[in-house]
Nanobody
Framework: QVQLVESGGGLVQPGGSLRLSCLVSGLTFSSVAMGWYRQAPGKVREYVATISWSGTSTYYSDSAKGRFTISRDNAKNTVYLQMDSLRPEDTGVYYC??????????????????????WGKGTLVTVSS
């Protein structure tokens, strides 16, 4: 059974940093693109960043670009999201996701959220002073 387990969330002050991790099992991890999404309180889930199966291509939302960095370690079946210069508006539950048919970054972000095959349960990030 496929499982995605996020970790690394917590409370951080504005301007601070966090690194999120997502450990994947049950998939041929190196064959699929991975994505990070988030859901702020009272808002719908939104895309944050994606990384291709090989880790050579990445893509970011306008909000994340320049502040967040997505990476992966296929030997550890883990994808990361390094978040710097955090703002209160970054607060939310962060989810990692994968789809068996998505290898490239654009493949994944073009899939409607409700059709994405696999989601983690999320990790909460709170940016507040």
């Amino acid at each position: 059974q496929v499982q995605l387990v996020e970790s690394g969330g917590g409370l951080v002050q504005p301007g601070g940093s966090l690194r999120l991790s997502c450990l994947v099992s049950g998939l041929t991890f190196s064959s699929v693109a991975m994505g990070w999404y988030r859901q702020a309180p009272g808002k719908v889930r939104e895309y944050v960043a994606t990384i291709s199966w090989s880790g050579t291509s990445t893509y970011y939302s306008d909000s994340a670009k320049g502040r967040f960095t997505i990476s992966r370690d296929n030997a550890k079946n883990t994808v990361y999201l390094q978040m710097d210069s955090l703002r209160p508006e970054d607060t939310g539950v962060y989810y990692c996701a994968a789809d068996r048919d998505a290898m490239g970054v654009m493949d994944l972000i073009h899939i409607p959220h409700h059709e994405i095959d696999y989601w983690g349960k999320g990790t909460l990030v709170t940016v507040s002073s």
